[in-house]
């Protein structure tokens, strides 16, 4: 019988780093929400990747940052409960800046739990001299030392590679844990949610897109067509963030609607009906209930 190995691998870092990107990029498949919103990813969300007899589970996490309202006490929960049982960290950063509070918290965690650490740097497009990027890995390294640092550019495509190169010296022998053609553990509903909420992050200004959430009330194939149903609720805030989510005529709804209803389409590779309603739940964020019914407690 042929061995098999496995390793449950944890994305970290700040937010708008590229984290979902990172993930969406080795696993070949948009599995995570990408905006250039910070904040974006609210939910652990777990991308499986079967290469023969490896099988990685990447564990992408929310970026850390100071909570504001008990949603965001849940994500930096989630954050610290990632890094927990699993076998390598990848911090990811950006080539330039300063190293912020949440960063100097990650690696503090890392050394204290005594965690195999891989500093990946990314976005190293924009950098516009190469010494620059030395000088980086100097001030990182300096804080931790570092099992592997890989430079990389997901925009470009650019060190995927020798990320999974250094990621494969901390897989285990072991069972896989998914069936080898899973992408994620994550629910349909759940998937489809994330897409409409990706075009409300993209579609809408400054807070209204991070003071909503969606429920997928209905999902269902129909019995004589090869189409896939769904209905979908938008929950924000305020009466007056609803009439900005639906817009002059239902122009905005019809829009974040019909740009959802495309990737969905290309995700489950069916035709898809898909009908938005927008209802306001007064700060929903702060309401330990609210957040649980709409699926965004963290469990461990």
């Not at 890989?150 to 990621?167: C, I, K, R, T, Y």
């Not at 129909?222 to 149903?229: A, H, Q, T, V």
């Not at 989510?245 to 974040?256: A, D, N, R």
Request: glycine share 6%; charged share 30%.
């Amino acid at each position: 019988m042929m061995k098999t190995y496995s390793g449950f691998i944890a994305i970290v870092g700040k937010p708008n780093v590229g984290k979902s990107s990172l993930l969406n990029e080795v696993l070949g498949e948009k599995l995570a929400i990408v905006t250039h919103k910070p904040q974006t990813t609210r939910t652990k969300i777990t991308g499986v990747l079967t290469r023969g007899s490896k099988q990685y589970v990447f564990i992408d996490t929310p970026g850390l940052h100071k909570a504001q309202n008990r949603l965001g006490d849940n994500m930096v929960k989630a954050v610290n409960t990632t890094l927990n049982d699993i076998d390598v960290v990848l911090l990811v950063v950006e080539p330039q800046g300063p190293i912020n509070r949440s960063e100097h918290d990650l690696i503090e965690t890392i050394k204290k739990r005594k965690l195999p650490a891989i500093l990946v740097i990314n976005k190293i497009d924009l950098l516009d001299k190469k010494e620059r990027l030395a000088e980086r890995i100097a001030q990182f390294t300096a804080l931790h030392s570092f099992d592997a640092v890989v430079p990389v550019s997901v925009l470009n495509h650019d060190g995927m590679e020798l990320v999974m190169q250094e990621v494969d010296r901390y897989l285990t022998e072991s069972v896989h844990f998914f069936p080898d053609d899973s992408l994620t553990d994550q629910p349909e509903r759940v998937i489809v949610a994330e897409r409409i909420r990706e075009k409300i992050l993209l579609n809408m200004r400054q807070e209204i897109p991070h003071g909503t959430a969606i429920v997928i009330e209905k999902m269902q194939e129909r019995d004589d067509k090869d189409i896939l149903d769904i209905d979908a609720v938008i929950y924000c805030e305020r009466s007056t963030h609803k009439g900005m989510l639906i817009g002059k005529g239902g122009s905005v709804l019809k829009k974040i609607a019909s740009e959802a209803r495309e990737d969905i389409q290309s995700f489950f590779g069916i035709q898809v009906n898909l009908q938005c309603w927008v209802k306001v739940k007064e700060d929903w964020r702060n309401k330990d209930g609210l957040i649980n019914n709409f699926g965004l407690s963290f469990r461990e």
